[in-house]
């Protein structure tokens, strides 16, 4: 008996010994490379941070994702590695790390690439923005920065996105709806391509940050003797590769000689809008999406965020623009066309804001719900907190239809561009939709794996649960909504003539009259973090073709006043820009080195700069033939003018300048 006691004492020492034998701590190490470039790792950097609790040794047992070159040290080609993304910029390895007692335990090795995802900051005026090189805007995956005042440290605007989506000829949904990409992207860096490789990344996954005195100082000293342009002149993205599947043309230049190609010492050079402007491009096909879609469109989008230098207009001084020329790629055409632009706004402290919308003036605003924003932190606007809105310019053409549609008071569009200007047929969608979007309630929140159609509705004004959006309450029949159905979410004052939202139906319960505005603080609401999407649509985006999107942030902040004063005063500066807003939404000739005006007083072009199409007015008894010629005096296209109002097709044209005649009379046509 007594042996066999000792034995169950021993065996239960020997089990107790092991018991205590800890697992030894693989604490992941980071390295920093370069695409195309090889990483090694050595056996000491793995081990320089690892440990073991019980003060055992430690070794290397096993190193994957690596090459071994001796028993010291490891490498890893990065040149065919094509996983490298601009939203993690991760590449991974892994070791297991082995204590003397035998125990296991496994650690990361992180290679962060040093040329992912380059960022730039759009500074010119009083906003700092950060430009992001696949469209998720305004933070860098680590910091939100949409800074205003610049250099104060208080930021207005969390992130922004662009969301399209329509249905393609077999009746299916297509989508590509970025929120955040915290679950994965929708969009990627670059034009649409069949080949990815190290030098794809090199090439596209940047931005291109230019302004008008760079490009002055390189129109005056192109043909100098040793001039050599500055790195964004030089490579300026203005072509892709049609051998690897890539748009020809990309970013817009000045073609000097008018042979299709970007030479800047030939005297070629960027055309950019505003006194400085960063150029990007994103698609949503060249990887697998992995955030709201189950079926990408298959589009391409040019974008290029500017600003001006104004700090004599209050106004402008705190606007950043964004035009998007949006390319369909694919082979499908789209109707129920919708593009959604969603904003997370974060008003200094970000829990206490309210969000609203101006249907008259297409805008999205955000205002903070209390006179003093936040509790005294750094960040937080404090007293006289300002507004930020996101204002719809001009969305897509609208179908052509030969008249001059109207707008004004109930007119066709309360609030689209070029409505009633006595041009026919260049009409632009303005903002059609306008929903709050949160995490909650139930029927905002995302239940489902099927978030491309619920994101696809949001932009409907239509409910999660499949029920539309109503007037009054939070917009749904279990909040308070009294109907009838409606378009755009808190509109306050701005929709009381036509009640456009309503399709001219008068709101049930006394609202939208009488001083009864439908808005958070009617409704009772407690200020919080603050989201929504305005929407523009619905409109048939044919395969191959492509549309325009111009949208700018204003801030406003009224120093005298208080949070709802701040609001009014957004909204009245984005009323006093209505007459300027198609010259602000182009380049503007002088970065052309081409005068201002070259047209007869019977002769006229406008927008010019154009895109695809060209109104030209021509002032004339009876009908005249005309010619287009390139800047060579190449023939291109000719036609007839007829009295009054012509439109003039250009879509097919690279950028450049070319010349309309028509008997004596000239006009200079600028293409972007």
């Given amino acids: 008996m007594k042996i066999s006691i000792t034995i169950l004492i021993l065996l239960f020492s020997v089990l107790s010994l092991f018991g205590q034998n800890n697992a030894p701590v693989a604490v992941n190490d980071t390295i920093y490379g370069n695409v195309s470039n090889t990483v090694y790792i050595t056996r ?32 890893k080609d990065l040149s065919n590695t094509n996983i490298i993304s601009p939203y993690d910029s991760i590449v991974n390895g892994s070791y297991i ?22 960022f730039d900051v759009l500074d010119i005026n009083n906003i700092s923005a950060i430009i992001s090189p696949f469209g998720s805007h305004f933070w860098n995956l680590e910091t939100a920065h949409f800074e205003v005042p ?9 992130t922004h996105n662009v969301w399209i989506g329509g249905i393609n000829d077999g009746d299916t949904l297509c989508t590509a709806i970025e929120r955040n990409t915290r679950t994965g992207p929708d969009f990627f860096i670059g034009p649409i391509t069949s080949g990815m490789d190290s030098n794809y990344y090199v090439k596209w996954n940047r931005v291109w940050k230019a302004d008008k005195t760079q490009i002055q100082y390189h129109i005056n000293n192109w043909n100098l003797p040793g001039y050599s342009p500055i790195e964004v002149i030089k490579n300026w993205p203005a072509h892709g590769e049609p051998a690897l ?11 000097n000689n008018s042979n299709g190609i970007y030479e800047p010492l030939s005297g070629d050079y960027p055309l950019i809008r505003g006194d400085q402007a960063v150029f990007f491009v994103f698609n949503d096909s060249n990887e697998m999406p992995a955030d709201t879609t189950i079926h990408p469109l298959g589009i391409e989008i040019h974008g290029m965020a500017y600003g001006y230098d104004r700090p004599d207009d209050s106004t402008l001084n705190n606007t950043l623009f964004m035009h998007y020329e949006i390319v369909n790629r ?8 919708s593009i959604g632009l969603f904003t997370d706004f974060d008003l200094g402290f970000a829990q206490d804001d309210y969000i609203a919308c101006d249907v008259t003036n297409a805008m999205a605003y955000s205002y903070n719900g209390h006179v003093t924003d936040g509790n005294g932190e750094e960040y937080a606007y404090g007293a006289h907190p300002p507004a930020i809105g996101m204002k719809v310019i001009g969305g897509p053409y609208l179908e052509n239809d030969g008249i001059d549609n109207l707008s004004g008071e109930c007119g066709f569009s309360l609030n689209g561009l070029n409505f009633g200007d006595n041009v026919v047929d260049n009409e632009r969608y303005g903002m059609t939709n306008f929903l709050y979007y949160s995490n909650l309630p139930y029927y905002v929140t995302d239940t489902s794996s099927d978030v491309g159609n619920r994101y696809y509705n949001y932009m409907r004004s239509i409910w999660n649960d499949g029920t539309p959006m109503i007037y009054g309450g939070n917009g749904h029949p279990t909040t308070g909504g009294l109907g009838p159905d409606c378009n755009f979410m808190f509109p306050g004052n701005s929709d009381t003539v036509c009640n456009y939202g309503t399709n001219g139906i008068l709101p049930n319960g006394g609202l939208n009259q009488n001083g009864n505005y439908w808005t958070e603080a009617t409704v009772g609401n407690i200020p919080d973090d603050r989201r929504g999407v305005a929407s523009i649509g619905p409109f048939n985006f044919d395969a191959g073709e492509k549309i325009p999107l111009d949208y700018c942030f204003t801030w406003a902040r009224d120093y005298q006043g208080d949070n709802n004063s701040s609001a009014e005063l957004l909204r009245e500066r984005i009323a006093a820009l209505a007459p300027s807003w198609n010259t602000l939404i182009k380049a503007p000739l002088t970065y052309f080195g081409v005068p201002d005006k070259m047209q007869s007083a019977s002769l006229k072009v406008y927008p010019n700069p154009v895109l695809d199409r060209a109104t030209v007015i021509f002032e004339g008894a009876s009908e005249q033939p005309y010619q287009l010629f390139s800047i060579k005096g190449e023939l291109l296209s000719q036609g007839t003018l007829k009295s009054g109002s012509n439109l003039l097709d250009i879509s097919t044209l690279k950028p450049g300048v070319y010349i309309l005649k028509s008997g004596s009379r000239n006009a200079r046509v600028v293409k972007m």
């Avoid at 320089?48 to 070794?59: A, E, H, K, L």
């Avoid at 790390?97 to 090795?109: C, E, H, P, T, W």
């Avoid at 043309?249 to 000045?254: L, Q």
């Fill in 150 to 158: 610049k250099g104060s440290g208080k930021h207005s605007i969390f």
């Fill in 330 to 337: 694919s082979s499908s055409n789209y109707n129920n066309t």
């Fill in 44 to 75: 000491s950097f793995l081990l320089q941070n690892d440990y073991d609790p019980d003060g055992d040794s430690i070794y290397i047992f096993l190193v994957s994702g690596f090459q071994k070159i001796n028993d010291t040290t490891w490498k």
């Fill in 97 to 118: 790390l082995r204590d003397s007692a035998g125990a296991f335990s496994n650690g990361q090795i992180i290679i962060r690439i040093n040329d992912a995802a380059h």
């Fill in 245 to 255: 599947g890539q748009t020809p043309d990309i970013a817009p230049f000045y073609d």
